[in-house]
């Protein structure tokens, strides 16, 4: 099953751009993965999914136009342009693998995003 | 509106049992898999395993087998994750997710489990 990495932390001053990464593991370049948007104190919720050609289906609900996707080799970005308050959260990238029995589910360790 | 709801937060003894539950509405309960996500303080999310309420099949992820039981009742809409034994070490936020498409949507608020002696 692949591993998904992400950096711990990253950071951004308000109203500036950022872009998190998420990196698959080696022999999983064609892997889509969903972003998850998770603030202090709450759940997760769905941002988006993103493969080599860019966004899967829609974005969550609610998800402003400021946050986009991108997905290179082994590399899927999140981007967040405009960056407001609400925006500071942990991000998790996800993706399956397998099928029936066979199926899970991996996450990456998330990355911190502080707004400055 | 599709939302899962979680049952509150639990404070038990190490070797005592636990069941929580999750219950979805607003959509056709039996229609999407729910799966169980785990968070363990300061951590990120593991996935536990995944339920389809329409027959009670389930997987679970290789660290989780034999740990916890998930199972659901399609008639009142309701999945549960449950313990026959807690470990102070199963001390996390509990999240359950519908899987929608290919993806996690919407989550559960989450209940946190709090194991200690």
């Known amino acids: 099953q692949p591993v998904l990495t992400q950096p711990p932390s990253a950071s951004a001053s308000l109203g500036a751009s950022v872009t998190l990464t998420c990196t698959l593991s080696?022999?999983?370049?064609?892997?889509?993965v969903d972003w998850y948007q998770q603030r202090p104190g709450k759940g997760p919720r769905f941002v988006m999914r993103v493969g080599t050609g860019g966004i899967v289906g829609s974005k969550g609900d609610g998800i402003p136009d400021r946050f986009s996707v991108l997905g290179s080799g082994l590399n899927r970005y999140l981007t967040i342009k405009n960056i407001q308050e609400e925006d500071e959260s942990d991000y998790h990238c996800g993706a399956d693998h397998g099928s029936g029995s066979n199926f899970t589910w991996v996450f990456g360790g998330g990355t911190k995003l502080t707004v400055l | 509106e599709v939302q899962l709801v979680q049952s509150g937060a639990e404070v038990k003894k190490p070797g005592e049992s636990l069941r929580i539950s999750c219950k979805g509405s607003?959509?056709?309960?039996?229609?999407?898999?729910i799966s169980w996500v785990r968070q363990m303080p300061g951590k990120g999310l593991e996935w536990m395993g995944r339920i389809d309420p329409s027959d009670s099949y389930t997987n679970y992820s290789p660290s989780f087998q034999g740990h916890v039981t998930i199972s659901a009742d399609k008639s009142i809409s309701t999945a549960y994750l449950q313990w026959s034994s807690l470990k102070a070490s199963d001390t996390a936020m509990y999240y359950c997710a519908r899987l929608d498409f290919d993806w996690f949507d919407p989550w559960g608020q989450g209940t946190l489990v709090t194991v200690s002696s």
């Open positions: 607003g959509y056709s309960f039996t229609s999407y898999w």
């Open positions: 080696s022999g999983y370049s064609n892997y889509k």
